[in-house]
């Protein structure tokens, strides 16, 4: 199966059909009026795509078992062809078309073995997918494509040489699949004023994103929130809980990283955990949505 534990948690929903096709009026007579000898069509067929969306991962071993909080079954009779529309949505980190299409499948083959008695020409037809909404495709061509990011590395030991930066590059890596142009990447000491000079030396080059890592724990050094919060000219208390959220889901002393989030004019800066895994989290975390912020702030994109 594929890893999924990066990413975050949105509404999915999906919308898929299945066309049933049968050989003489009578057949469409029978269902409508109730007659047909194995039961009522639409609605026994309606259960039997229920139980299905809910059996889709034993039965396809790549899906993800997720929960299934709304499923939605309608029908469309034109002619001799009666059109299944099968909606399934869910809060997870993937989405649901093969379960809306699994259920559309099985709601078809419940009618056809209902209908198999008074109809030997049934046929099943366009098994597709008509939407989807919630993943990453809704979003990923929305933001602007000018932006461009400065990556600070605040550590006494790094800066001395007696560590390799880890942390800088995993945020450097996520910021270029996210089509964001790196143009400054300097690694300092945990010093308050040099925090401060690069924060307004970047804001005033223009700058769009300043991203520190390291500093937001609670060792005597680890001054980076104290530097920033007093030259940020407001907060983001969203983003922030965004991170540590996402964080505490993977380990449990998330909850003591003192992230920041906030802007100096139009640049947006962020205060991230100095681990590499703290520091990838948090960029995953909120990554590339975050970036709808410079719409806001700029005004409309730039293709």
Avoid: W
């Avoid at 529309?85 to 499948?105: D, L, P, R």
């Avoid at 597709?128 to 932006?147: A, N, V």
């Amino acid at each position: 199966m594929v890893d999924i534990t990066h990413k975050v948690t949105t509404l999915r929903t999906a919308v898929a059909q299945a066309v049933v096709k049968v050989s003489k009026p009578e057949t469409i007579t029978a269902i409508q009026n109730d007659n047909v000898p194995k039961g009522n069509v639409f609605a026994m067929s309606k259960s039997a795509g229920l139980l299905g969306v809910k059996r889709t991962p034993d039965i396809l071993p790549d899906c993800h078992p997720l929960p299934i909080e709304f499923t939605g079954v309608e029908y469309e009779i034109n002619g001799l062809e009666i059109t299944v529309v099968f909606t399934v949505k869910t809060i997870y980190k993937t989405g649901v078309e093969v379960e809306a299409m699994h259920g559309a499948s099985v709601v078809a083959l419940n009618m056809y073995d209902m209908l198999k008695p008074i109809d030997k020409g049934i046929e099943i037809h366009a098994i597709k997918l008509l939407s989807k909404k919630g993943g990453k495709s809704d979003f990923r061509d929305k933001f602007r494509k000018d932006l461009t990011a400065a990556v600070v590395v605040c550590s006494d030991s790094i800066s001395a040489g007696h560590k390799e930066d880890k942390a800088g590059k995993a945020i450097i890596e996520k910021l270029k699949s996210c089509e964001v142009v790196v143009s400054e990447y300097v690694i300092i000491p945990d010093e308050k004023e040099v925090i401060q000079e690069k924060a307004n030396s970047y804001q005033n080059q223009g700058i769009d994103l300043i991203i520190y890592t390291g500093g937001t724990g609670l060792s005597g050094r680890d001054v980076t929130p104290e530097a920033l919060i007093p030259i940020l000219d407001r907060r983001i208390p969203g983003i922030e809980e965004a991170i540590r959220s996402y964080g505490q889901d993977r380990m449990p002393y998330a909850m003591l990283s003192r992230s920041v989030a906030g802007t100096i004019n139009n640049t947006l800066v962020l205060a991230l955990p100095g681990s590499t895994n703290g520091a990838k989290e948090s960029m995953d975390a909120i990554f590339p949505s975050v970036l709808h912020i410079f719409g806001i702030l700029k005004g409309a994109r730039h293709d």
